[in-house]
């Protein structure tokens, strides 16, 4: 007879010496693995519940400014370095790993209307109330000097809004029309407008660097073209844009905060419908900045809150709130795509971890625990006991309160929608898609 | 021993389209891998690759990892869903192949006993075995020869590492059987019905004549739950940590050992309950009845999910294999039959004993052992994935007095027999799994991963709700919250937001975009759809025709009244 007993050497099993990591044989036969479903479910579940646990977004505050942060502008090379403008006229630079100011500069009487940083990180250029334009060293004076900017230039009409060229040493303002601007010289190139009406901002186009975007008072949202020097085409909206942030992913795609407690998010190549409208903020949004993924996006509001949403979705994954934070009016996302950096009226700049329960500084285990345990959530996030537990998020009563308020409006105004249509001849009154509801006309 | 490759299979290279989420054009897709031609692959020496190509892996393997049902058709969705369902199944393919790849590296292989020239494997004895085999098996051997405290019943724990015993007259004892280091031997001092551990060797419960005990592995009485009266039968359901009790007041009663609360009491209504048996593959109670049928439990449910009627007298004994797909059942007409429990609920084989079976159980690779009297004997199938057949047995033994207690080791080609004598450790080459995963029962861990496999186990304790004849059934689409959601989205809006838009015909140049061309190129679209309508009705009709037909059926008067 043929016979042989299943032996196992212990030696091939068990570890040689206490210094040495334990021996674990896999076999992935689904027969040894049962219940795999209901496992993996019940880790999912547990995995939201731990997210919500460890969501402790907030990192800092920076403190010094005495009035409001008007505009925020991050530097090209150096992380850890931000520069801020306030409404006294003051622009500080801090340092986020210290958490300090490093340097003080009264830069203007009046607002600091805008504040952008030169491409290469040398220097930065501020525009304010008083009618001029300021070109600053990034490196502070040397022993004994004072502050002095390295170039002034006086313009006739308040510039409301600046932004450089992503590659080349050109710089845009706004106020009365889009002034293209060469560094060298103290008159603009080319002047561009399109109406009648005054420009709150302007933003260069980071990968097709010689388009420009403005929003303009007249509700509409214009292009423009550097090389022609003519504005291309705009978009007139419900209600007045505040500003606009580009995708720094995607060529032709941008998102206009509005007055109208909504985000578009638009493909230039065809603006008569956005590609995404993201509501979920109860007051005006200010401020929007890309994560440098071109995923998602930060939005600052006028509802004291600051909102992150996934380009698309319509509704926010994140929000962030504070009883000390109000009104927020600019936000920045760190080019590490980790940190938020928000300014708000009571003159402080809060620091906020992009995604909430992340732990920063892991270990390999660790990080494949978190993949893990990232992509059960992602599988399971349809389930309503786990959506129900991902979705909840604390909200301050006013902000609540607005929400349930805006719903019964909204409600009530879709009733009667439904009401024209059931009661009119079929046909006669148009079915307009909720995307195209907002915009106006496009104009070439 | 090795496998002969059946079918190769030849991995599909699916190239996806990946669309950018913004951008409305899509992107150029791949080219396809083109296979190299033979002759173009020479190296630089000029020699040909004799296998060009992958790898190639057996189809049957692959299967064994593929978890998606292709056959099934899921009801209608938007094209964003279907896409991400077809990355899916694409990712899914792959991945089983890598799998059944992985194969290769499992260490261990199964053991085997063939006989030669036609030799019996029944006539063998195990006295040859212990001869004929290595010195660490013939250790595996042994008796423990216990005549005083009564007939015993025994249990291995889920590693296969410790044994638990309890004799009729009160005797319990735990020891590591392969070290033979005793853990704790105590008497009672009451009748011991049934013992089981709990989820790791750390706890033992026994069914006391009067009531439940759990005990620690020290022998220290750790709790009494005065609950569960008069309990018969144990059954540990591990990933639930429930254990089930039948009891002969004719309860079936869920405790959950790690709170410590009693889940569900459940009056079978069938008189004493003192047959019961698990589904491992979806932690169902098998209950067996004087009736002759066998009832199927869920601690959700009040009622039976099923019951299947299985013999003419009564039932003596149930047992389910490891995969959950066959079910043994014997009973007092002296009937051993094997059942399908996946899929149609019939007996696959039946067999004669000359003595009825009053113990079963299954190996984890398909071997099935009856105990009749004081004889066991074992049945093997073909494969792993084949029912045992009951033509020929494989090994019998015969013991020092009648069986109480049945159950092979995980992990070790050993059976465990619980008699009148005591206990007896018999050797079965091919009853264990060869190759464990260390994550799951680790017969070798320390104490340290224990405690973790402990803390992570709790952590994923499936709640008892979740207990229903399909383990599966949480990854199942909602099709009839789905369709009402949607009933209730269109009541809402007002229309239905995903109903195809009416066609609209793109404005064209040069004198194409006259109202009269807009209203031709418009009926061209309806007319076509309207076909199609006609046409599917059409087909819809024959299919009903063909089938409301009575095949072979002599025409009658009634047929006239037949829809």
Same mark, same amino acid.
């Given at each position: ?42 880790? @999912? ?89 300021? &070109? ?40 009365? &029309? ?7 010289? !103290? ?36 292009? %423009?073209?550097?090389? &022609? ?25 941008? !998102? ?27 007051? @005006? ?36 709130? !504070? ?30 971890? @992009? ?16 993949? %893990? ?38 409600? @009530? ?32 | 021993?090795? *496998? ?5 299979? =030849? ?9 950018? *989420? ?38 049957? $393997? ?21 896409? =991400? ?40 004895? /195990? ?26 019943? +025994? ?9 638990? #015993? ?37 706890? +033992?419960?026994?069914?006391?004549? =009067? ?14 739950? =005065? ?8 059954? #540990? ?20 050992v790690s709170v410590g609360k009693i889940v569900a009491a459940l009056n079978a209504r069938a008189g004493r309950l003192d047959v019961m048996s698990q589904n491992p593959y979806n932690a169902v109670i098998h209950l067996g009845h004087s009736n002759g049928t066998v009832s199927l439990w869920s601690p959700a449910m009040k009622e039976p999910l099923a019951k299947i009627l299985c013999h003419r007298g009564g039932v003596r004994a149930v047992a389910v294999d490891s995969t959950g797909t066959y079910m043994a059942t014997s009973g007092l007409d002296h009937q051993l039959k094997i059942f399908d429990l996946r899929g149609t609920y019939q007996p696959l084989s039946t067999r004669t ?22 004889? $066991? ?14 033509? /020929? ?42 190759? #464990? ?39 199942? $689409? ?10 209730? /989205? ?71 009244? $037949?829809?």
């Amino acid at each position: 007879m043929k016979v042989k007993m299943l032996s196992r050497n212990p030696d091939n099993y068990v570890r040689e010496t206490k210094l040495d990591l334990q021996r674990v044989p896999r076999n992935y036969d689904p027969a040894l693995h049962p219940f795999e479903v209901p496992r993996e479910y019940i880790r @999912a579940l547990n995995a939201t519940k731990l997210e919500r646990v460890f969501a402790k977004p907030f990192l800092a505050s920076l403190d010094g400014h005495r009035d409001g942060v008007n505009c925020l502008a991050k530097h090209p090379e150096k992380l850890a370095t931000v520069l801020s403008g306030a409404c006294d006229g003051e622009v500080r630079i801090w340092n986020l790993t210290q958490r300090n100011c490093i340097r003080t500069i009264q830069a203007h009487e009046g607002f600091v209307r805008g504040i952008c940083t030169r491409f290469c990180g040398t220097s930065f250029f501020t525009v304010g109330d008083d009618k001029t334009v300021k &070109q600053w060293k990034m490196d502070g004076p040397g022993y004994g000097d004072e502050e002095e900017p390295l170039h002034t230039i006086l313009g006739k009409t308040v510039y409301t809004g600046i932004d450089h060229h992503w590659k080349e040493a050109v710089f845009a303002t706004c106020g009365q &029309q889009v002034d293209i601007w060469d560094e060298q010289r !103290t008159n603009p190139i080319c002047s561009m407008t399109w109406g009648f009406d005054s420009i709150s901002s302007v933003k260069f186009n980071p990968i097709e660097t010689f388009l420009l975007g403005s929003c303009a008072s007249d509700r509409n949202i214009v292009l %423009y073209d550097m090389r &022609q020097a003519t504005p291309l085409k705009k978009v007139i909206l419900d209600m007045r844009t505040n500003t606009i942030c580009w995708n720094p992913m995607e060529a032709f795609i941008f !998102t206009a905060a509005n007055e109208d407690y909504n985000l578009y998010t638009f493909d230039m190549r065809a603006l008569d419908t956005p590609v995404m409208v993201h509501m979920d903020h109860v007051s @005006a949004v200010l401020d929007v900045d890309y994560s440098p993924t071109g995923k998602e996006f930060v939005s600052a509001s006028f509802d004291k809150s600051i909102r992150i949403f996934p380009v698309d979705k319509s509704r926010s994954r994140e929000v962030y709130h !504070t009883k000390r934070m109000q009104h927020v009016i600019c936000v920045k996302w760190t080019s590490d795509s980790k940190y938020i950096m928000c300014g708000s009226d009571e003159m402080n700049i809060r620091l906020w971890k @992009a995604n909430a329960s992340e732990k920063l500084g892991l270990t390999s285990r660790e990080k494949a625990a978190k993949d %893990y345990n990232q992509k059960l959530k992602e599988k399971f996030q349809h389930y309503p006991h786990i959506k129900r537990i991902a979705r909840h998020r604390h909200l301050p009563k006013s902000i609540y309160s607005q929400i349930q308020e805006q719903r019964i409006m909204k409600e @009530a105004r879709r009733r009667k929608e439904v009401n024209r249509i059931k009661h009119s001849k079929p046909g006669s009154v148009p079915l307009v898609s909720e995307k195209k509801k907002h915009v106006v006309a496009v104009v070439k | 021993m090795s *496998r002969p490759r059946k079918t190769n299979f =030849r991995p599909k290279n699916a190239y996806i389209l990946k669309k950018s *989420r913004i951008s409305k054009k899509p992107q150029v897709p791949k080219k396809p891998r083109e296979w190299k031609n033979p002759e173009s692959q020479r190296g630089l020496s000029g020699a040909q690759d004799p296998f060009p190509g992958p790898a190639p892996v057996p189809v049957e $393997v692959v299967q064994k990892f593929c978890r998606i049902d292709k056959s099934r058709k899921l009801p209608h969705s938007k094209a964003k869903t279907r896409s =991400r369902l077809e990355v899916a199944e694409a990712e899914e393919e792959e991945t089983s192949i890598k799998a059944a790849r992985s194969e290769l590296l499992l260490a261990e292989e199964p053991g085997f006993l063939e006989g030669e020239d036609g030799e019996d494997t029944a006539k063998i004895c /195990q006295a040859d075995i212990v001869e004929a085999v290595d010195i660490a098996s013939a250790a595996k051997h042994f008796d423990l020869n216990l005549r005083q405290f009564g007939p015993y019943r +025994l249990n291995y724990s889920r590693t296969g590492r410790h044994l638990a #015993f309890g004799g009729r007259r009160g005797h319990v004892a735990a020891l590591d059987w392969v070290t033979k280091k005793l853990m704790c031997e105590i008497n009672v001092m009451e009748a011991v019905r049934d013992i089981r551990f709990l989820h790791s060797e750390a706890l +033992l419960a026994v069914a006391q004549n =009067r009531w439940l005990h759990i005990y620690d592995n020290q022998g220290i009485e750790l709790h009494c739950i =005065r609950r569960c009266d008069r309990v018969t039968r144990l059954e #540990f359901l591990p990933f639930h940590f429930l254990l089930a009790t039948a009891s002969e007041t004719g309860f079936l009663t869920y405790l959950d050992v790690s709170v410590g609360k009693i889940v569900a009491a459940l009056n079978a209504r069938a008189g004493r309950l003192d047959v019961m048996s698990q589904n491992p593959y979806n932690a169902v109670i098998h209950l067996g009845h004087s009736n002759g049928t066998v009832s199927l439990w869920s601690p959700a449910m009040k009622e039976p999910l099923a019951k299947i009627l299985c013999h003419r007298g009564g039932v003596r004994a149930v047992a389910v294999d490891s995969t959950g797909t066959y079910m043994a059942t014997s009973g007092l007409d002296h009937q051993l039959k094997i059942f399908d429990l996946r899929g149609t609920y019939q007996p696959l084989s039946t067999r004669t004993l000359p003595h009825g079976a009053g113990h079963l159980a299954f190996s984890q690779r398909g071997l099935l052992v009856a105990g009749m009297g004081d004889v $066991v004997n074992i049945w093997a199938g073909q494969g792993k994935a084949s029912p045992p057949s009951l033509e /020929q047995p494989y090994l019998t033994h015969r013991l020092s007095g009648p069986v109480h207690g049945l159950q092979f080791c995980p992990f070790e080609d050993v059976l465990g027999v619980g008699h009148t004598g005591g206990i007896t450790s018999m050797l079965v080459p091919g009853a264990g799994e060869p190759n #464990f995963d260390g994550l799951e029962s680790n017969p070798y861990r320390s104490r340290k991963q224990r405690q973790e496999w402990e803390v992570k186990a709790l952590l994923e304790k499936v709640p008892a709700e979740l207990i229903c004849l399909d383990p599966r059934a949480l990854a199942e $689409v909602d099709v009839i919250s789905l369709e009402q959601g949607k009933k209730e /989205q269109i009541e809402r809006l007002g229309y239905d937001p995903q109903a195809k838009a009416p066609f609209q015909p793109k404005p064209k140049q040069k004198g194409r975009s006259s109202t009269a061309s807009l209203v031709k190129r418009k009926r061209k679209v309806m007319d076509e759809e309207h076909r199609d309508k006609v046409r599917q009705s059409l087909q819809q009709q024959h299919h009903k025709e063909a089938k409301a037909k009575p095949t072979g059926a002599r025409p009658s008067a009634l047929d006239r009244f $037949v829809r």
